[in-house]
């Protein structure tokens, strides 16, 4: 049992952590589910033909479609396979947080922290690319759909643009020269997620541009690498209405802010001259 936190009720919580083992492993890749029984088996299977070591960590918001019951069953043939199952559906953001504290916890530390959608819009065959920019020295690399050599299939042309004008926002919030603050592949050193975990609040996809945000005000390296993004064919998109409201609020509001800044800043420094 692992003693984690809700953070949308700001209440503690019990929550359900099986493993089998969790030490040895440099690397942890995190896969926040919900409803991807049609997926998840062969994600796991995927994962661990890369004979990279890696700490597999299931992060599943109760989900009702038998995604725990799958992940139990494959936990009998990997001893490198950790569930941990949160009482709802709680937010992306959330279950980024707790994937990391739960990391953190275990005795033997990974080196770096992988994140990754667990529909196979992100290919497993993409992660050895980020571990190696990793271990260059760079404390957060992101899988990017639109630096050079960066792809998506399968997107209508409208949601791309949705895209891409939510990434120029959050490069302007951000202040940082980054073409994909919103993609959800990345690597993370522990340098790096024990620094900012403190900082972070994020509930839903916002935690795209926090971590980027983080990593910025901290001083922290940061490296965009090009992959190919498949929109997933299997199973239905998590990403709800009030969910993508809560995204551009948050990013409306630190553009707010930046100009705030910015007007206090100015007015300071004219009032020195």
């Not at 004979?51 to 109760?62: E, G």
């Not at 941990?84 to 005795?107: E, H, M, N, Q, Y």
């Not at 705030?260 to 300071?268: H, K, M, N, P, V």
């Amino acid at each position: 049992m692992f003693v984690g936190e809700d953070l949308v009720g700001n209440i503690r919580v019990d929550q359900m952590m099986t493993t089998k083992a969790h030490s040895g492993q440099t690397v942890a890749v995190v896969l926040p589910t919900y409803c991807e029984a049609e997926n998840i088996e062969n994600l796991i299977r995927d994962l661990n033909g890369l004979k990279l070591n890696l700490l597999i960590t299931v992060i599943d918001d109760s989900s009702p479609d038998g995604t725990v019951k799958i992940v139990k069953k494959i936990q009998k043939e990997y001893d490198n396979v950790v569930l941990f199952v949160r009482p709802k559906k709680l937010g992306l953001g959330t279950a980024i947080i707790d994937a990391f504290r739960l990391v953190l916890s275990f005795k033997n530390q990974p080196d770096h922290i992988v994140t990754m959608d667990a529909d196979y819009s992100h290919n497993p065959q993409d992660i050895p690319n980020l571990i190696q920019a990793a271990k260059l020295g760079y404390d957060l690399v992101i899988g990017s759909r639109y630096c050079e050599g960066g792809k998506i299939v399968g997107w209508h042309r409208i949601r791309w643009l949705i895209s891409r004008f939510a990434n120029f926002i959050a490069s302007a919030v951000v202040r940082i020269k980054i073409h994909d603050c919103t993609s959800g592949l990345r690597c993370y050193s522990k340098r790096y997620v024990t620094t900012v975990l403190p900082n972070l609040h994020s509930q839903t996809y916002e935690i795209q541009i926090e971590t980027v945000k983080q990593a910025q005000l901290q001083g922290f390296r940061v490296k965009e690498i090009p992959i190919t993004f498949v929109n997933r064919k299997r199973g239905k998109s998590k990403l709800t209405r009030a969910e993508f409201q809560g995204f551009l609020s948050y990013v409306l509001n630190q553009l707010h802010t930046n100009v705030d800044f910015s007007r206090t800043a100015r007015t300071q420094h004219l009032g020195k001259n």
